[in-house]
């Protein structure tokens, strides 16, 4: 299977900064990357999905402006969670498609 890797595992803030997440595909190209974050006893939510050189596409309650996501090449992509305030805390997860399979992979994630 694919792997992907998150750094870094825990981050903690002070109100009014900013924290940034980083994710590597490590052993394929991922033109597409997905963020998720996950609350206490709930599933994953899709916050927003990157494509390679291209902005991000957000979904409803997440924008730009408050998680700005970066995808320069196949290998990586971040998601910065800025202005932290105690609303966002959660676990934050990134996974990866690799376009060559034409399929979602299940890599192992680390969360924070």
């Known amino acids: ?8 595992r825990r981050a903690f803030s002070k109100s009014g900064a ?4 980083e994710c590597r595909a490590l052993d394929f190209q991922a033109s597409s990357m997905f963020w998720y974050r996950q609350f206490p006893k709930r ?5 927003a999905t990157s494509n ?3 902005n991000a596409t957000y979904e409803q ?14 290998t990586f992509s ?4 800025t202005r932290v305030d105690p609303a966002d805390s959660s676990l934050y997860f990134c996974g990866a498609r690799d376009t060559a399979l034409g399929r979602d992979q299940r890599p ?4 924070w």
């Open 1 to 8: 299977g694919a792997l992907v890797s998150q750094q870094p």
């Open 18 to 21: 900013s924290v940034t997440i």
């Open 52 to 54: 390679v050189g291209t």
């Open 61 to 74: 309650g997440y924008t730009k402006d408050k998680f700005p996501i970066s995808h320069p090449d196949l």
């Open 43 to 47: 599933g994953l939510v899709l916050m």
């Open 108 to 111: 192992r994630q680390e969360s």
């Open 78 to 81: 971040s998601l910065t969670v």
